[in-house]
């Protein structure tokens, strides 16, 4: 059995966010001049419901526009940390959109914003992304799958938000990163 979302928000299937009291701060960093806050907003959105899937809540700690506080100038160890960054850093491959080790992921906007575009927005792609990374945050030495959230490749249809493509979750994806949720809350709660 699958775990299914459309990018839309609507869900079919298990319902394991339902049944879960894992939640994961996730530190928002922005060094990409211009990006709307509200922007960024929407894609977390879109990318918290993609990681409900598994049935994890993702708790945004926004560091974009409160950078200067104690809480984001010295992320607790271990806590997700994602980066928006306006160029792909130098070594990354020619095709990534972005990147994730350990407790970090960086988002690259130049690649991005090469993905938008037709009834896809930026906010829509950038959550599909940021959630992609946040998955392989959560699935520690895990290869990409052939579908789904976590497959290597995208296609323009895959970013359609009206598309019937849907985004999903494996069950046993969802049970290892709700495996990693617990074991990194164990440090925090």
Known sequence: ??????????????????RSKLELPVFV?????????GTIEHAE?????LI???????????????????????????????????????????DAVGA??????????????AMEGGPRSLSVVL??????????LLLPGEPHANSGLMKATVTPHDLDA?????????KRTAALMRREARRRMGGWY
């Open 100 to 113: 994730a080790v350990e407790s970090r992921a960086w988002i690259y906007y130049d690649r991005l914003r």
């Open 29 to 37: 960093y922005s060094h990409v001049p211009g990006l709307a806050l």
């Open 162 to 170: 009206g598309s019937t493509a849907c985004k999903y979750l494996s």
């Open 52 to 94: 409900l899937l598994a049935g994890i809540k993702l708790l945004w700690v926004d560091c974009v526009s409160a950078a200067d506080t104690a809480e984001c100038q010295e992320p607790p160890v271990g806590a997700l940390v994602v980066r928006l960054c306006p160029r792909a850093l130098p070594a990354a491959s020619h």
């Open 1 to 18: 059995m699958a775990i299914v979302v459309c990018l839309t928000g609507a869900t079919v299937g298990a319902s394991a966010a339902g």
């Open 45 to 49: 959105n879109k990318a918290a419901g």
């Open 127 to 136: 959550g599909l992304v940021m959630a992609h990374e946040i998955g392989h």
